[in-house]
């Protein structure tokens, strides 16, 4: 279904690059996704939506606008995350079975593969084509808000790449590095945000357990990775 390689279902996080779709020029160019490509196409697209709305509005409109639009990308992330990403697929079906491991299940199964930590152009121009058409109402403010929509989504992006392959050297780049590998190792079911905890609080998916205090080469040896 949907092409897939096999994929057995494994005991724990493994490294590597598996191949996911039979057929070869599918899982080469539509699979794998390097950050550049994100900065490639997503910031000449951030950066002419800001240019449309100095002919809309002032300067301190369009501030204002596009913090909200990162704002409201912030949201989606976190809704993404917790309701599509890792939505409950049921054991009796099959269809549900492989959509849930090409959505996300990929990732968290190879969560070092570095080929798929960012969203494929196609899925985010899907999506920014509903969120664009979704949000006609916004007037003259959709494209400074707009900017801030894509420009939170490619922060996002390189975020979680740098979360994965890198040593932050700052305290909240340690502590949100810990927070992402918690999820990812230890509680899965929680801790959504990935650029920031703001709507796990808001809506209780922030606990306060023993995993958040560990340090992150603990975090992964403890979840056996």
Do not use: N
């Amino acid at each position: 279904m949907f092409y897939l390689a096999p994929h057995p279902k494994l005991d724990r996080p493994r490294r590597g690059s598996p191949v996911m779709f039979t057929i070869p020029w599918v899982d080469k160019y539509f699979s794998r996704v390097r950050p550049w490509h994100v900065c490639a196409l997503w910031v000449p697209f951030t950066l002419y939506m800001l240019w449309r709305s100095t002919s809309e509005l002032s300067a301190p409109a369009i501030v204002l606008w596009a913090a909200l639009g990162v704002l409201s990308w912030t949201l989606l992330e976190y809704g993404l995350h917790r309701y599509v990403f890792h939505f409950p697929a049921s054991p009796d079906s099959q269809l549900q079975q492989e959509a849930a491991f090409l959505i996300h299940g990929i990732h968290h199964d190879y969560p070092w593969d570095r080929d798929r930590l960012v969203m494929p152009p196609t899925v985010t121009a899907l999506i920014a084509l509903a969120v664009w058409t979704g949000f006609f109402w916004l007037g003259r403010a959709e494209h400074a808000w707009m900017a801030g929509m894509v420009g939170g989504y490619v922060w996002y992006d390189l975020t979680h790449y740098y979360l994965h392959h890198a040593a932050p050297k700052t305290a909240f780049g340690k502590w949100l590095r810990r927070y992402h590998l918690v999820h990812h190792f230890q509680t899965p079911e929680v801790r959504y945000g990935i650029t920031t905890p703001l709507w796990d609080h808001v809506f209780g998916t922030y606990p306060h357990d023993k995993y958040q205090g560990l340090p992150d080469d603990e975090s992964r040896l403890e979840a056996g990775a």
